[in-house]
């Protein structure tokens, strides 16, 4: 309605069971589901339609970047969700979340910032690195 279009984030072409640990980054096409933990980068094609979805029991141990996001577990690393994110009420952010729509539940913990990016794009390190250092100097002055 409204020319919004909807996706189905059912489909699930990579899994993580609650059993493994993958230690490295993961980069995947179409839906992801963690229940284990990674210890590395979680990354998919921002121009996709590709969804992560994060269980309680599941931990990602480095920074995300991925189109749709659902969390109800912990990410210890930056989100960069260029579509929305869906923070449940188990989830746990430490580090910044960028979103484009963000939904978040009652009970659910960011431990950094809520950065809006209207227009989808994931910020480049550098910007947000130099934006950083410049808030850094001016509260010193």
């Known amino acids: ?15 993580i069971g609650g059993n493994s640990k993958v230690n490295g980054d993961v980069n995947f096409e179409g839906g992801c589901h963690i229940d284990g933990t990674v210890r590395g980068n979680v ?54 979340v960028y979103y484009n729509l963000i939904e978040m539940a009652i009970g659910a913990e960011i431990n950094g910032k809520l950065v809006h990016q209207p227009d989808g794009q994931v910020p480049l390190l550098e910007q947000t690195t130099r934006i950083d250092q410049s808030a850094a100097m001016a509260a010193k002055s």
Do not use: C
């Open 43 to 96: 990354t998919a094609d921002t121009e996709s339609d590709a969804a992560l979805s994060i269980s309680e029991d599941g931990t990602v141990e480095g920074g995300v970047t991925v189109p749709y996001v659902i969390l109800h577990g912990i990410v210890r690393g930056d989100v960069f969700a260029s579509q929305r994110v869906e923070l449940g009420p188990t989830a746990r952010v430490i580090g910044n």
């Open 1 to 15: 309605m409204f020319g919004r279009k909807t996706r189905r984030h059912s489909v699930v072409d990579t899994l």
